[in-house]
C-alpha cells in the first residue's frame, strides 16, 4: 500500500554539526530572556536601569569621595568644603581614628598583641572543627582554646586555667571509673561532683599558693570592663555558638525523653526562655544574679553574659534540632535498635549526624541571630561596637557623626554573617549523600 | 508467586535441631485499648524457617517485632536463646544483638558507605577492630553478590540491591536467628527475586528465620511451617503442603483464595 511506502524512509549521509544562532547562545541570549522577553519585562528593567543609576549616583559619591585622614568632624568637613565646595561627603576618618578602640573597646594597648594572638589562635583551632580536611591532631588546639583564651584576654598566671582544666580532666577521670560499675547517669553525676569540689573547695588555696610561689606566666590583668568592641563580640559570640549546639542537642533530647522528670525539666526550660526577651535576661545578668550568689564571689560580667546568650540561644538550637529529629523516618531508629546499639550510640552514629544534617539551615540562623544579638550587650553597660559608636559621639571631637560609624559597623556583621551563611551552604552540598 | 522457583533448592539441606531458639507464652500486647495480640503460643526451633502470613492488622509484624523488642508486649513471656524479654536493658541489647532484623523499606543509613553501613554494628556493639570489621562486611557484601557497591551510598542503589545490603547488615552481626518484616513488598517484581535468592541461601546455611511475606511462593518452597494469623490471634499453622492444598479453618480458606486466586 501507498502508506507503507511514504513511511519507509532511509538517510543517506549525516549531517554536520552547526552553529546555534547568534540569538540562541551566550550572553545575547540571557538578556533576551531574562531582560527583554516581552514589553513589559523590557520596560521594568529600563525603570530598574534608572533607579539603580540615581542611587548610585546619590551614593557612590558620598561613599568614594569620603575623608579618611582627619581627627575630629570639624577639621574632616574643612578638607571636605576645600576639595568639593560642600560637605555632603562622607567622613570615614572617625574609623581610621578610632579604628584601635572599634576594635579592642579600652583594652590597654601595650597588651593588644595578646588579642591578636588569641583571635589567630581562634581562627586555627576553629579550622579543624569546620573542614575536616585539616589535620585531626588540630583538635587538641581547639580543645586548649578555651583555656588559652581566658589567659590571654584576661591574664594573670596559668594556674588559673590550667587548675579549670584540672577540674574537666578530674571530672572526666571519674566519670571513666564509675562508668566501669554504673549507670551512665551515675556516672555522670559524678564527673560533676568531683569537678565541682576541685573547683569549690581544693582548687582556689591550690591556685593561690602556686601564685604566691611560682607565678607562672604571669600577663598583666585586663578587668572585663575594660574589654569591648568588635572583640567582645566575637568572645561572646563564638562562646555562644560553640556552648549552645551542645547544649541545645541534650535539651532536644531531653524534650523527647520518656523520663517525666528530665522532660518537664527540659520543656520548662525551653518555653521559659524562648518567652522571655533576651534583654531582660542579660539585666538579669548584670544586675540581679550577684544577689543570688553567695557574697563575696566575684563572678566576672563577662562570664555571666555568655552564659546568659547561651541559654537563651540553645532553647532555641534545641527547637530547631527537634525539627531535624522529627523529619527522621522512624526506621532510621528501628534499625539503630535492632542492630543492638545503645540509646547514646545510636544517638550519636545515626540519628545525630542525620538529623543536625537536616537542621543545617535553622542552626546557622540561630548562629547568625545570636551574633547579631552581642550588640544587645550595650545596654547593660558593655562597649561593644554599637555602644562605642554612642561613646565616640559622646566626645565633642565627633559629635554628629552617625552614617559613617553604623555603615562600618553593619558592614563587619555582615562579612561575619555572610561568612557563615556560605559556609552552611557548602556544608550542605557537602554532606548530601542520600539522592542520586 | 512463583519467581523463587526457578533456583533449585535442595530440602535435604533444610534440617530443624530440637534445640529451642525462641520460646513464646501467652503474649499479650495492647495498643490502648486495642488487643493487638492475644494469647500468642509459639516455639521456634533452630533451624526453622516459619513464614507467617495474613491479612494486613492481623499482627504479624507487631509479633515478629516483639521478639526483638520493637515492641513491647505486656503480658506473657518471650525466651530469645535462653534470655527473657523484660525491661532490662542489658538483656534487650544482648537478644537485639543476637536477632538480626530486615525491614519493608531497608532502614539502610543514608550518610553512610555500604560498607560502613555494615561495619557499624560489628564495630560500636562488638568492639571489633575497624580492619577485621571491613573483611566480615565485604565477606557478607559478596555473599548477597554486591561487593563492588561498597563504596557508594545507599541512596545510588536500587530496591533490591538496598536490601540486600540489608541482609548483609544485618548477617555482619552474625546472627543466629533472622527476622523478615515484609522484605519483598516495597520492591519491583524483577528486584523480589534477587531477594528471595538471598533468603533461600542462608535457609539452607541453616538459619533460623521467622519471616512476614505474601510470597507464598517462597512459603512453599523454603518454609518448614506457616502460620497464620488473623485478629492478632494464630488461627492455624502447617506444614507448607498442608497449609496450601488443605487448608482447615475457613478463614485460611479465604485468605488462600484471595490471594492464590488470580
Not at chain 1, 597588651?111 to 580536611?133: Q, T
Not at chain 2, 528471595?196 to 505474601?214: F, N, P, S
Amino acid at each position: 500500500m501507498s502508506t507503507t511506502k511514504s513511511l519507509s524512509y532511509v538517510r543517506k549521509e549525516i549531517l554536520e554539526q552547526q552553529p546555534a544562532p547568534r540569538s540562541q547562545v551566550g550572553f545575547t541570549r540571557w538578556v533576551r530572556e531574562n531582560l527583554f522577553s516581552g514589553w513589559f519585562n523590557s520596560i521594568l528593567t529600563l525603570v530598574s536601569i534608572f533607579v539603580i543609576y540615581k542611587v548610585a549616583a546619590a551614593a557612590l559619591p558620598w561613599l568614594l569621595g569620603g575623608v579618611w585622614d582627619a581627627s575630629s568632624l570639624e577639621e574632616c568637613r574643612a578638607v571636605l568644603n576645600e576639595r568639593f565646595g560642600n560637605t555632603h561627603y562622607a567622613c570615614w576618618a572617625v574609623i581610621t581614628e578610632r579604628w584601635n578602640q572599634l576594635l579592642y573597646g579600652f583594652y590597654p594597648d601595650t597588651e593588644y598583641w595578646r588579642a591578636n594572638l588569641a583571635f589567630f589562635l581562634m581562627l586555627a583551632s576553629l579550622a579543624p572543627v569546620l573542614f575536616d580536611k585539616i589535620p585531626r591532631k588540630m583538635l587538641y588546639l581547639t580543645m586548649a582554646f578555651p583555656f588559652l583564651l581566658v589567659w590571654l584576654v584576661w591574664g594573670g598566671t596559668l594556674w588559673g586555667v590550667i587548675s579549670v582544666a584540672a577540674g574537666f580532666v578530674l571530672g572526666g577521670v571519674a566519670f571513666k571509673l564509675v562508668d566501669r560499675y554504673g549507670s551512665m547517669a551515675l556516672s555522670a553525676i559524678a564527673a560533676v561532683v568531683v569537678a565541682a569540689i576541685w573547683w569549690l573547695f581544693i582548687s582556689p588555696s591550690v591556685v593561690d599558693g602556686l601564685n604566691a610561689f611560682l607565678p607562672f606566666g604571669h600577663l598583666q590583668e585586663v578587668q572585663s570592663r575594660d574589654l569591648g568592641g568588635f572583640m567582645i563580640c566575637v568572645i561572646i559570640g563564638i562562646s555562644g555558638i560553640a556552648l549552645s549546639l551542645p547544649i541545645g542537642i541534650v535539651l532536644a533530647l531531653g524534650r523527647q525523653s520518656d523520663l517525666f522528670v528530665v522532660k518537664t525539666i527540659c520543656v520548662g526550660f525551653i518555653e521559659f526562655i524562648r518567652g522571655v526577651p533576651l534583654i531582660t535576661l542579660l539585666f538579669t545578668a548584670s544586675l540581679l544574679l550577684n544577689y543570688f550568689l553567695p557574697p563575696g564571689t566575684a563572678f566576672d560580667l563577662t562570664l555571666r553574659v555568655i552564659i546568659m546568650v547561651t541559654l537563651f540561644s540553645s532553647a532555641y538550637m534545641a527547637e530547631v534540632i527537634r525539627g531535624g529529629l522529627a523529619a527522621l523516618p522512624k526506621g532510621q531508629y528501628e534499625a539503630a535498635d535492632a542492630l543492638g546499639l545503645d540509646y547514646w550510640k545510636a544517638q550519636r552514629l545515626v540519628i545525630m549526624p542525620q538529623a543536625l544534617k537536616i537542621s543545617i539551615p535553622g542552626i546557622v540562623n540561630t548562629f547568625i541571630g545570636l551574633f547579631k544579638d552581642t550588640t544587645l550587650v550595650m545596654f547593660i553597660g558593655i562597649y561593644d561596637m554599637l555602644g562605642l559608636s554612642n561613646a565616640i559621639r559622646a566626645n565633642s571631637a565627633w559629635n554628629g557623626i552617625y552614617w559613617e560609624l553604623f555603615i562600618f559597623i553593619g558592614l563587619v556583621f555582615w562579612i561575619c554573617c555572610f561568612a557563615m551563611s556560605r559556609y552552611s551552604q557548602w556544608l550542605e552540598r557537602k554532606l548530601r549523600t542520600d539522592h542520586r | 508467586m512463583s519467581l523463587a522457583q526457578d533456583r533449585a533448592i535442595d530440602r535435604s539441606k533444610l534440617t530443624v535441631s530440637d534445640e529451642v531458639a525462641i520460646q513464646i507464652t501467652n503474649m499479650n500486647k495492647w495498643y490502648g485499648e486495642f488487643h493487638v495480640l492475644r494469647d500468642i503460643n509459639l516455639t521456634v526451633n533452630r533451624g526453622e524457617r516459619i513464614v507467617i502470613a495474613g491479612p494486613s492488622g492481623s499482627g504479624k509484624s507487631t509479633m515478629i517485632r516483639c521478639i526483638n523488642r520493637l515492641e513491647e508486649h505486656q503480658k506473657g513471656k518471650i525466651i530469645v536463646d535462653g534470655t527473657e524479654l523484660t525491661s532490662d536493658l542489658k538483656n534487650i541489647d544482648k537478644i537485639r544483638s543476637e536477632v538480626g532484623m530486615c525491614f519493608q523499606h531497608f532502614n539502610l543509613f543514608p550518610h553512610l558507605t555500604i560498607l560502613e553501613n555494615c561495619t557499624l554494628a560489628p564495630m560500636w556493639v562488638r568492639k571489633t577492630p575497624k580492619r577485621e570489621a571491613e573483611e566480615l562486611a565485604m565477606h557478607f557484601l559478596e555473599k548477597v553478590k554486591i561487593p563492588e557497591q561498597a563504596d557508594k551510598y545507599p541512596g545510588m542503589l536500587s530496591g533490591g540491591q538496598q536490601q540486600r545490603v540489608a541482609i548483609a547488615r544485618s548477617l555482619c552481626m552474625q546472627p543466629r536467628i533472622m527476622l523478615f518484616d515484609e522484605p519483598t513488598s516495597a520492591l519491583d517484581p524483577e528486584m523480589i527475586k534477587e531477594v528471595l535468592d538471598t533468603m533461600i541461601e542462608l535457609a539452607e546455611e541453616g538459619m533460623t528465620m521467622l519471616c512476614v511475606t505474601h510470597e507464598m511462593g517462597f512459603a512453599r518452597q523454603v518454609a518448614n511451617r506457616v502460620i497464620f494469623m488473623d485478629q492478632g490471634q494464630i488461627v492455624e499453622q502447617n506444614e507448607p503442603e498442608e497449609f496450601f492444598n488443605n487448608p482447615k479453618s475457613e478463614r485460611t480458606k479465604l485468605f488462600l483464595s484471595q490471594i492464590l486466586g488470580h
